[in-house]
């Protein structure tokens, strides 16, 4: 059974894999989060993606702001390559707030 569970989460990343991709362009984590709910390869990467795009409301605030968007940029950036290797990549931090997601 193990082994078909398997096949299954392999099917699906192979078959989402851009769509966890794109999830990391800021609003269009919310539309993938709220359109793809039986691709858990999606739902998990749209997650943090949602995490970043919330965080990055926090990049107006003057010097510490362009730092900080640079960041969440190069983090972005990793993520995608992650997903679309179809990777499970966990942002530190960022994976934690995004658990708590469930709308």
Known sequence: MSEKKDKKIDSDVEKNKTEAMLSYFWVISL??????KK???V???AKQGIILFLLSFATIVP???QLFA???TLVSIVAMIKAYSG???KIPFVYDLSKSIKF
């Open 63 to 65: 010097i510490f702001g």
């Open 70 to 72: 640079l960041v969440l």
């Open 39 to 41: 691709s858990k390869f």
């Open 43 to 45: 739902q998990f990467h």
């Open 31 to 36: 539309y993938f989060y709220l359109t793809k």
């Open 87 to 89: 990777e499970w990549y």
